[in-house]
């Protein structure tokens, strides 16, 4: 598509679509986040194993390393846990995963569970496994998660949950529909099962810094990798194998790297901001029609507000992370709390190494344990459904990215109301010449503007 169709899309709006609340209580959410204001909030004690039980197999959607990375994890999280099944667009990344399982964990899944191809998705849904490990491009998960749902698979589903608002909407959906069938959803914001992330919350729901007031956001990187065009590749080989440079597989780098930062925010201040005013721009970037660096302004409904920055260039200060402020002190969320005289009032402790030093890291890593608790929860019936959390923080950095690809202020009815949907309607190796040949999205010319 070119940018003038993309930008009239981001202004088109359909209505009867009911938003989604203020983020709910559910799944890991609802432990590591619920709270009796007469009482001391505690923090829900995570298992740092699943139990035994029958056998549960699951298939991977998405061999890439995140993919990879996930099947180790599963494989990991407790006795009796089998990967039998894997899809991919690529076999060679799939040959790669099966190299990988092989050497590293001794795990052999057969060729004939081994699926190539956009239809792959639903072969393995269909080969006889009771979870799904989805760690696709994140333009496909929404049909994904909806086939897995439709299937009766419990599901892990990494972040964002989708790159536009019709894929949140339709995220949103098949997570209440997994509600419903009792089936378990647990998602990849893994910093609300890392255990610093978890104490720290807990402190600040304590009062530790008083009323909380406002945010600083950032994750600020490197330029991407340019996986540059082969002879004999498609226009559809080429943009997913440099997935990481085109809007329509990642949303941009606001929805796909700040949404884990974004999810914070909107865990510790328990709800989702309703507006974004902000600027973006394309300074560095050498592939794609993505930008490199947006800053926003989030607003909550009680004014309180967020500032969320993102930049991927070569050459400059990187970091990320979150900055919350209270009335009487800020905490960086992760594992330290001070005053405004900027003293340290609080500091989680970490792990002893056998050096008697700090190993600086968490006893479990929140890979795992977000698997685990996957697993716990399948095999104790403590249902657990992490969706709408998830399809929030996705809305919110979408809501965010077209603010800055318009420049308008947009909100978060917008947002819910909108029939902007990026990318193909159509999967096949081919030619795609209106979304390969787009331009990246300028500030002020959509209509209306």
């Not at 994904?144 to 990494?158: D, L, M, P, T, Y």
């Not at 610093?196 to 330029?223: C, E, P, Q, W």
């Amino acid at each position: 598509m070119n940018n003038k169709s993309k930008l009239s899309g981001r202004r088109q709006f359909i209505g009867n679509i009911t938003a989604i609340s203020a983020l709910g209580a559910i799944g890991a959410g609802h432990l590591l986040s619920s709270c009796s204001s007469r009482n001391e909030y505690k923090p829900a004690i995570l298992p740092e194993i699943a139990p035994d039980g029958p056998v549960l197999k699951a298939g991977l959607i998405g061999c890439g390393h995140r993919g990879t990375g996930a099947a180790f994890n599963f494989i990991d999280a407790g006795p009796n846990l089998q990967l039998t099944a894997l899809a991919d667009v690529f076999q060679d990344r799939i040959d790669n995963c099966r190299t990988a399982l092989k050497e590293r964990r001794g795990v052999d899944v057969p060729d004939e569970n081994c699926f190539v191809g956009f239809d792959a998705y639903q072969k393995v849904i269909d080969s006889g496994v009771d979870i799904i490990l989805e760690a696709s491009v994140s333009h496909f998960r929404p049909l994904h998660f909806a086939a897995a749902v439709q299937a009766r698979k419990h599901c892990f589903i990494e972040k964002p949950a989708a790159v536009d608002p019709v894929g949140v909407r339709s995220v949103m959906a098949s997570g209440k529909m997994a509600e419903a069938a009792g089936l378990c959803v647990v998602v990849g914001t893994n910093r609300r099962y890392s255990l610093d992330y978890i104490k720290t919350h807990s402190m600040i729901k304590n009062g530790a810094i008083g009323d909380l007031v406002s945010a600083n956001i950032f994750f600020k990187r490197f330029a991407q990798i340019v996986t540059r065009r082969q002879p004999g590749w498609s226009d559809m080989e080429a943009m997913i194998r440099d997935r990481a440079n085109w809007i329509w597989q990642t949303g941009d780098s606001i929805v796909n790297l700040l949404v884990h930062n974004i999810d914070i925010v909107n865990w510790f201040f328990e709800k989702h901001p309703v507006k974004a005013n902000g600027f973006g721009g394309r300074h560095r970037r050498r592939s794609g029609d993505m930008y490199d660096f947006f800053s926003v302004d989030f607003t909550f409904d009680d004014q309180r507000t967020v500032n969320g920055a993102t930049r991927e260039i070569d050459g400059c200060s990187n970091g990320e992370g979150e900055i919350i402020f209270g009335t009487r002190g800020y905490t960086n969320c992760q594992n330290r709390i001070w005053d405004y005289d900027n003293k340290l009032i609080w500091e989680y402790e970490y792990p002893v190494g056998e050096d008697g030093r700090s190993t600086g890291r968490v006893a479990k890593s929140p890979f795992d344990l977000e698997i685990i608790n996957l697993v716990t929860a399948i095999r104790t019936g403590n249902t657990v459904n992490e969706t709408q959390n998830l399809a929030s923080s996705t809305l919110t950095g979408i809501m965010g990215r077209e603010s800055a690809y318009t420049g308008r202020e947009v909100t978060w009815d917008d947002m819910m109301n909108s029939d902007l949907r990026i990318g193909p309607k159509e999967y096949h190796m081919g030619s795609y010449p209106e979304i390969i040949n787009s331009v990246p999205p300028v500030p002020g010319s959509s209509p209306g503007a």
